[in-house]
């Protein structure tokens, strides 16, 4: 954090889903009872972020090798149960930090219920509970999901934020460059920030300023998440107390965007009242997490027992908000991370015009021009398909120029029967010499062509940063299909640096 058992019956979900904002009730048959989250498993994640910590420089900062190595190892079990996921770079400080989202196919991709916590820890420590608990308790939270093959009516999204500790910076990143019609789509965010302090509380973010003090409510709809956390830990006989929008954690840009928002917390720096500790237990007068942005927050430093609560509270408010029943998960029909080569074609109709930055599958070169423009990143492996992999001794020298160039994937067959999805991840990078002559396109070329993406240049610089576009390509069910990325570069002198990687296809 920045500075500072059971069943539920049929009807009460039912109840529960109708007041929470954009929830669709579904039939009672249709209801899974939330799961009981495996503690073991969720400090089997939390073993790893401390050997990850200790293997690079004692912790898991902004910058440093040992976050990158939490984002990979979170995403590497994702992407293995089915999720579609992007690590997402930004830059603060001179250095590139990392979101890591990853959202469940299927449920109204209008209706979506987001659940994140920070993966980065300060310099001075592996930050275990600060804040690897909140980050193993949804990623295990996640895996569950995978495992009972839950079809929500939402659509669910998990995200892992970098750089919290400096300021909210990738939460703030993602929030900033989302499009207005995808934030409003995000109907509710879920924050877990250090949900095992050693001498805990349990405190819910207070969605309507029922404490009478602090900043105030969140935004409407807030309230009725916290009503949910709420419900579960009554159930359990634990009593539970607000902790007000204080803009200490990855909430603070979607209230700010006004998405209603909640979640859990154990407590930080602060010192344990009497009172407290007789409403809860523990030490009075010690602080929550006397080893709050220290060293000593390693594996030692967590409350197993609140760590199990707040675990199995995080996979309620998913079930119950998300009110989904139990489904196959999709399949993957056909994928590419472009790590091997799997026959795609540069130029296919021979009549490509670039002269330079021509695609190709390859560990692409850093290139910076007025911020970044091709990036030295993938979201997966080494590789990707980038137009021009070099960097050279200037900007200019491997970009794309002189027009357009192509590539196209292998024949791919789709089975007879949808829903079918085409994701992918991609950037478009240019100058404010650009204009929207410049563009980056993919395709779905079958017995008839539909355009997936399109993202055009414009008089304006743009940095290099990966996104996530999913289509429906159900219309092609039954047909035998390649995928087209094209990229131009038709303005007078402009830079143009554009990448994909990621394809994949469900069904």
């Not at 989302?178 to 819910?204: C, H, Q, W």
Request: net charge negative; hydrophobic share 35%; proline share 5%.
């Amino acid at each position: 954090m920045k500075s500072r058992l059971f069943l539920i019956i049929s009807t009460l979900a039912l109840a529960l889903a109708a007041s929470v904002p954009g929830a669709v009730a579904q039939p009672a048959a249709a209801l899974l009872a939330p799961p009981d989250i495996s503690l073991t498993n969720v400090k089997a994640h939390l073993s790893q972020l401390q050997s990850i910590a200790t293997g690079n420089g004692g912790n898991r900062a902004h910058g440093r090798p040992g976050y990158l190595a939490s984002a990979n190892y979170v995403r590497g079990l994702l992407d293995g149960a089915g999720f579609t996921t992007t690590l997402q770079s930004f830059t603060y400080n001179g250095a590139t930090g990392y979101n890591v989202i990853a959202d469940w196919p299927g449920g109204d991709p209008n209706d979506i219920l987001m659940v994140g916590a920070h993966l980065d820890s300060v310099a001075a420590g592996p930050g275990i509970n600060d804040n690897g608990s909140g980050s193993a308790s949804i990623l295990e939270t996640a895996l569950t999901v995978s495992r009972l093959g839950l079809a929500p009516a939402k659509h669910l999204r998990f995200a892992w934020w970098g750089a919290e500790e400096l300021g909210l910076r990738g939460s703030t990143y993602y929030v900033s460059n989302l499009a207005a019609t995808e934030r409003t789509r995000i109907k509710a965010y879920l924050n877990f920030d250090m949900v095992g302090s050693p001498n805990p509380g349990y405190f819910l973010y207070d969605g309507d300023n029922s404490d009478g003090v602090g900043s105030g409510p969140g935004p409407a709809g807030s309230a009725e998440l916290e009503r949910v956390l709420q419900d579960y830990f009554s159930s359990i006989g634990v009593p539970t107390r607000g902790t007000d929008f204080d803009g200490r954690s990855d909430y603070g840009p979607f209230i700010s965007r006004g998405i209603p928002a909640g979640g859990t917390f154990t407590g930080a720096e602060g010192v344990k009242t009497s009172a407290q500790a007789s409403l809860w237990g523990g030490t009075a007068g010690q602080a929550f997490d006397p080893c709050y942005h220290r060293s000593c927050d390693t594996t030692a430093n967590i409350n197993d027992t609140a760590l199990n609560r707040n675990a199995d509270a995080i996979a309620y408010s998913v079930w119950t908000i998300a009110a989904g029943g139990t489904t196959p998960p999709p399949s993957v029909v056909w994928s590419d991370d472009f790590e091997t080569a799997k026959g795609w074609t540069v130029d296919p109709g021979g009549t490509d015009t670039a002269t330079t930055g021509r695609w190709e599958r390859g560990d692409p070169e850093a290139t910076t021009s007025s911020g970044t423009k091709q990036l030295g990143t993938t979201t997966s492996g080494a590789n990707d398909l980038v137009t021009g992999r070099l960097a050279g001794a200037a900007a200019g020298d491997y970009d794309l120029d002189g027009g357009t160039t192509t590539i196209q994937s292998p024949s791919i067959t789709l089975p007879s029967a949808g829903p079918l999805r085409l994701s992918l991840s991609w950037y478009l990078a240019h100058g404010s010499n650009s204009s929207s002559a410049d563009y980056l396109r993919v395709r779905i070329v079958g017995s008839t062509t539909s355009t997936v993406l399109q993202q055009l240049g414009a008089a304006a610089n743009r940095d290099g940063s990966w996104s996530t576009a999913t289509a429906d390509i159900s219309a092609f069910a039954g047909q035998s299909v390649r995928v087209v990325v094209e990229a131009a570069d038709a303005s007078t002198a402009s830079l143009v640096e554009a990448g994909v990687d990621d394809v994949k296809i469900t069904g």
